[in-house]
């Protein structure tokens, strides 16, 4: 894993977090980046390297280097994410291999969705982090992950969902199965992916029992990722929430208002006014021309 995609994992995890100020971390990770290539020469070709050293030992090389002698704890806190990307980027082939195992279905398919049950017996589902990298100018956002996501950890992970064979199709590409191969795709095509909510109770996968509510911070994630220029909705639900949850907020972002478009969803509900997957993928071809 390179330099860049770990510290794009971190801003976008930070981002999810729901932090009072992730702006604090962010900058210590900027601050980190340029203190580790000044200690590790080879520390943006190679990350790893770190591994080799140890997080003590680079802890106190950053310290010495330093100005103030200290590392504050915004700076302990993501050196920590630093070092814990690293593992999994490190354990990554092994833990690719074991998931090809026949065993691995069965036990994925019994892990719970991210969340926890309230006292009235509906989960409060959290949404994951953003896909997002610095060159993306296209956010689609949908309304929250529904609970295969939430349990595989993937964005539109339903085997009915239609966004991965939406996406292709309008880009006349033909794009892997495996999620890195479909992320690499979006990434290339400069496509973000995040959800309105980061939070909020819900029976199941259906958005139509949504409640208790909690958007995202998409102040942050504007100012940070400038190349932004439009936001789609993956459906009708997302904009309606976007509208009522988020849409007064970016008067703060101190750039041009994005353009906002509206897609019709790739949800595999059904209903009398869903199109059929032809007129869906005509509607979305609308995206080349953002």
Avoid at 7 to 26: C, Q, S, T, W
Avoid at 192 to 218: Q, T
Wanted: glycine fraction near 6%; include cysteine.
């Amino acid at each position: 894993m390179e330099w860049s995609e770990i510290k794009d994992n971190i801003r976008a995890d930070l981002l999810a977090r729901g932090l009072k100020e992730p702006r604090l971390r962010l900058s210590a990770l900027d601050r980190l980046e340029n203190l580790l290539a000044e200690c590790y020469p080879n520390f943006l070709n190679n990350p790893k390297v770190l591994l080799n050293v140890g997080k003590d030992a680079v802890s106190k090389e950053l310290a010495r280097v330093k100005e103030t002698g200290v590392l504050n704890g915004a700076e302990k806190s993501v050196l920590n994410d630093i070092f814990t990307r690293l593992k999994e980027a490190s354990l990554h082939i092994s833990t690719a291999r074991r998931s090809r195992e026949p065993h691995s279905q069965a036990t994925a398919s019994n892990r719970k969705p991210t969340g926890h049950a309230t006292r009235e017996g509906i989960d409060i589902k959290i949404g994951l982090p953003p896909v997002i990298w610095e060159r993306s100018r296209i956010l689609i956002l949908g309304t929250l992950p529904g609970d295969d996501s939430l349990r595989l950890q993937e964005y539109y992970a339903h085997g009915n969902n239609q966004f991965w064979k939406i996406l292709p199709v309008v880009y006349g590409e033909t794009v892997g199965v495996g999620y890195s191969q479909r992320l690499e795709f979006l990434q290339g095509k400069g496509v973000a992916l995040w959800d309105v909510l980061r939070s909020a109770k819900r029976a199941g996968s259906s958005d139509s029992s949504i409640e208790a509510e909690v958007a995202n911070d998409f102040v942050d994630l504007l100012k940070i990722y400038t190349n932004l220029k439009a936001i789609v909705f993956n459906g009708r639900g997302a904009q309606k929430l976007f509208r009522r949850h988020a849409e007064k907020s970016l008067a703060t972002v101190s750039r041009p208002s994005l353009p906002t478009f509206y897609f019709p969803s790739t949800s595999p509900t059904p209903g009398r006014y869903v199109l059929p997957l032809e007129k869906k993928v005509v509607r979305w071809k609308s995206l080349l021309t953002l």
